[in-house]
Nanobody, 119 residues
């Protein structure tokens, strides 16, 4: 059974940090690029960050550039999102998604983890 399980969300004050994890199982993690997207209350999905299968290339939305860092550990089949200097507008449900190297489509999605930035 394929699973992507996010964890690490929670309530944090503005300026604080959180580290999200997305643990994968049921497929060959190293054959997949990974992406984080988020959905704020009442809004659509927003692409946040992307990392290639080998971790050599990373990409960020302008809104998080310089504050968020994506990384992966293929030995642990896990992708991370380190979020620093959090802002209220970062409040959202964060999802990870997996895209195989041979496709333009995302095949697998996690169930999401809530991040709330509030004082």
């Amino acid at each position: 059974e394929v699973q992507l399980v996010e964890s690490g969300g929670g309530l944090v004050q503005p300026g604080g940090s959180l580290r999200l994890s997305c643990a994968a199982s049921g497929f060959t993690f190293g054959d997949y690029a990974m992406t984080w997207v988020r959905q704020a209350p009442g809004k659509g999905l927003e692409w946040v960050s992307h990392i290639t299968w080998n971790g050599r290339s990373t990409y960020y939305a302008e809104s998080v550039e310089g504050r968020f860092t994506i990384s992966r550990d293929n030995a642990k089949s896990t992708v991370y999102l380190q979020m620093n200097s959090l802002k209220r507008e970062d409040t959202a449900v964060y999802y990870c998604a997996a895209k195989p190297n041979w496709s333009v489509d995302y095949l697998y999605w996690g169930q999401g983890t809530q991040v709330t930035v509030s004082s």
